[in-house]
């Protein structure tokens, strides 16, 4: 992980996009990809700490923690930490379904 304070936001974003958009499971870079290219410039520090702490989890844990919360299908997996940033990405990807 990169030492933010040495990293200009607009350059940290970009990097984050692009490890959202190649993640080694398609479906993980369908998910993150949309999000990292949206939402992700909008959230405050704190989220978007949170957001680069969860890249580093494996996709089929983060498969499992975000489509379990879609469609209210099941309860708020995963670590605790990771909760808010794993729900603002379920609610995401419901978003764009809705078209």
């Given at each position: 992980?990169s030492d933010?304070?040495a ?7 970009r990097?984050l ?9 398609k ?5 993150l990809?949309?999000?990292a ?7 405050d520090?704190?989220?978007?700490e ?6 580093s ?5 983060l498969?499992?923690w975000?489509t ?6 099941g ?7 990771l ?5 603002a ?6 978003e764009?379904?809705?078209?």
């Open positions: 992980m933010p304070e990293e200009a936001p607009d350059q940290r974003i990097r996009r692009m490890r959202s958009w190649r993640r080694g499971m479906e993980m870079d369908l998910i990809g949309p999000f290219d949206g939402p992700l410039a909008t959230l520090p704190a989220m978007v949170r957001y680069e702490a969860m890249l989890e494996n996709d089929q844990d498969y499992r975000i379990a919360r879609i469609g209210g299908r309860e708020a997996v995963g670590p605790a930490d909760v808010p940033i794993l729900d990405i379920a609610v995401h990807v419901e764009k379904r809705a078209f």
